[in-house]
């Protein structure tokens, strides 16, 4: 693709302990349609379910995000890519 602005990487270092848990996203989930005011879940819900379910083993994880995301989006038609990458340290 072609990018107008192109901003070199960086290279970041983060501390962990084993047991810490890593979440890459795209914005998918959250700029979904649904819900009972039909609105976006928005990124601050997102975080929200993140941390309201990061006790749960990952398959368990995967498991409630599939079924929240599909009562939220109800009879919306999916608007974009949702991808959600869940590591467990």
């Known amino acids: 693709s072609v990018h107008f602005k192109m901003i070199?990487?960086?290279?970041?270092?983060?501390?962990?302990?084993?047991?810490?848990?890593?979440?890459?996203?795209?914005?998918?989930?959250f700029d979904q349609f649904g819900g009972p005011l039909q609105s976006k879940l928005k990124s601050k819900s997102f975080k929200e379910l993140i941390q309201n379910n990061?006790?749960?083993?990952?398959?368990?994880?995967?498991?409630?995000?599939?079924?929240?995301f599909q009562l939220w989006k109800g009879d919306y038609d999916q608007i974009d890519d949702v991808a959600l990458l869940g590591i467990k340290l």
């Not at 070199?8 to 989930?29: A, E, N, R, V, W």
């Not at 990061?54 to 929240?68: A, C, L, P, S």
């Open 8 to 29: 070199p990487f960086t290279s970041q270092t983060f501390k962990y302990k084993t047991g810490d848990s890593l979440y890459l996203f795209t914005d998918g989930f």
């Open 54 to 68: 990061v006790h749960f083993d990952m398959q368990t994880q995967k498991e409630r995000y599939t079924h929240f």
